[in-house]
């Protein structure tokens, strides 16, 4: 495609396009598809495990018995029979969830988008995480929401600091639309939200009368450790919507993922959907109900953790091999990423500019996971789709680029 620097346009755009941001990880797609890079960016799932039997099997079963059904459309708000494997799973982890109170979505993306098309207006606050997920940020910026972000630490988001974020907001008559929050395995950090702080934050939202998104897609991706309940089994006052999506725990190329939320919201989701997409894949939904008819689902995730876990601790191991001293980084018990901190003064949007021309290796530099571009001493390191010995790899040019940029400012300092 031509590039021109006039846009002829421009006079077309709504206003608020002004603020739309591009994700940093859709922008990594075309270098995560380079054969001869190798890519510690994309949060790609490790889907070549999949069974390509038992997807012959199920597209196969649908094809024969049911497929002008499945090439038809469908209620928005998805299939009964989807809405109730959606329930089996949430079981999984100790959540109990009624089937009509499910959408099933198109991905857990587009339940982000509803939740802040349906509830946001231009200027409304947003608290999330500082970092945060770098594919919910555009979303937010779409809609003009002015997100205030909350540092975590290893326990996850500092509560002390989000009550008195809340406080301050009170003071000036602003109400905070929602809290958006990844409490198992922490995209892009990593880390989990201790039970303490889930109980802290369920109260305070209940003290304030406020709403929390709960974005869990890794939840099913436990490695070790104790097993948490998820905010919305905690909470009691209908303050909490729950997001979470099949692309971890079967495959992202299905496209469906789902929200649950108390009927009035869902009602408005609903219309939201309506306008969007009108509803849901069909044939992924059949492929997914097929799947769960004729094969237990858990054992696919079973092997999958048994991978992640392999992949996540050569990751740790190179990490300690190759990496300075200065640099420190997360130690996640499931889920897909590393999180590293570098010294202040480098900047990991120029260290990823280098790494990809001159040494054929990518990540996600950190200030992607910030609205207003700071954290740029921070990466984030996929482990999931990448092979041991190519993770070792990867790590080791990392860590000579960030050598070099280290050694380079010495020189600069004259130390």
């Not at 630490?153 to 929050?181: M, N, V």
């Not at 950090?189 to 109980?199: I, K, M, P």
């Not at 390191?381 to 080791?396: M, P, T, W, Y």
């Amino acid at each position: 495609m031509t590039r021109i620097g006039f846009d002829k346009f421009e006079d077309f755009y709504a206003r608020r396009t002004g603020g739309m941001r591009s994700s940093v990880m859709r922008d990594l797609m075309a270098v995560i598809a380079m054969p001869d890079v190798i890519t510690l960016a994309g949060g790609l799932p490790n889907t070549e495990s999949f069974p390509a039997k038992t997807l012959a099997k199920v597209t196969q079963q649908i094809a024969m018995n049911c497929s002008a059904a499945a090439l038809q459309y469908g209620p928005t708000e998805g299939f009964q029979e989807t809405k109730e494997n959606i329930v089996k799973v949430m079981a999984e982890e100790s959540t109990v969830a009624d089937p009509d109170d499910i959408i099933v979505t198109t991905g857990g993306q587009q339940g982000i988008d509803l939740v802040t098309r349906i509830l946001v207006d231009p200027g409304d606050i947003i608290i999330a995480e500082a970092p945060t997920y770098p594919g919910a940020i555009p979303s937010f910026c779409s809609f003009e929401a002015d997100v205030v972000q909350v540092p975590l630490d290893d326990d996850g988001i500092r509560t002390d600091l989000l009550t008195a974020e809340i406080e301050r907001l009170k003071k000036e008559s602003r109400k905070p639309k929602f809290i958006y929050l990844i409490p198992n395995f922490h995209n892009p950090a990593g880390v989990c939200l201790s039970l303490e702080r889930r109980l802290e934050i369920v109260a305070l939202a209940k003290k304030h009368g406020l709403i929390i998104l709960e974005d869990n897609p890794y939840g099913q991706l436990r490695f070790e450790g104790e097993s948490l309940p998820t905010l919305y089994s905690l909470d009691d006052s209908e303050n909490v919507i729950y997001v979470s999506t099949f692309s971890k725990i079967i495959s992202p190329g299905i496209r469906l993922g789902w929200m649950v939320a108390p009927p009035a919201l869902l009602a408005k989701f609903n219309m939201g959907k309506q306008a969007a997409d009108l509803c849901p894949s069909t044939l992924a939904q059949m492929i997914v109900n097929q799947y769960f008819q004729d094969f237990r689902w858990q054992d696919y995730v079973e092997e999958v953790i048994k991978v992640y876990r392999s992949r996540r601790d050569a990751m740790l191991a190179a990490l300690e091999e190759y990496f300075p001293e200065e640099a420190s980084w997360t130690h996640p018990q499931g889920g897909f990423y590393i999180w590293v901190t570098l010294p202040e003064y480098l900047d990991t949007v120029d260290l990823l500019a280098l790494a990809i021309e001159e040494h054929k290796v990518a990540f996600v530099p950190g200030s992607g996971a910030w609205v207003d571009g700071t954290g740029a001493n921070h990466m984030r390191l996929s482990f999931s789709a990448v092979s041991e010995d190519r993770i070792e790899e990867g790590i080791k040019r990392i860590a000579k680029v960030i050598r070099e940029q280290m050694e380079l400012y010495r020189a600069l300092q004259g130390s």
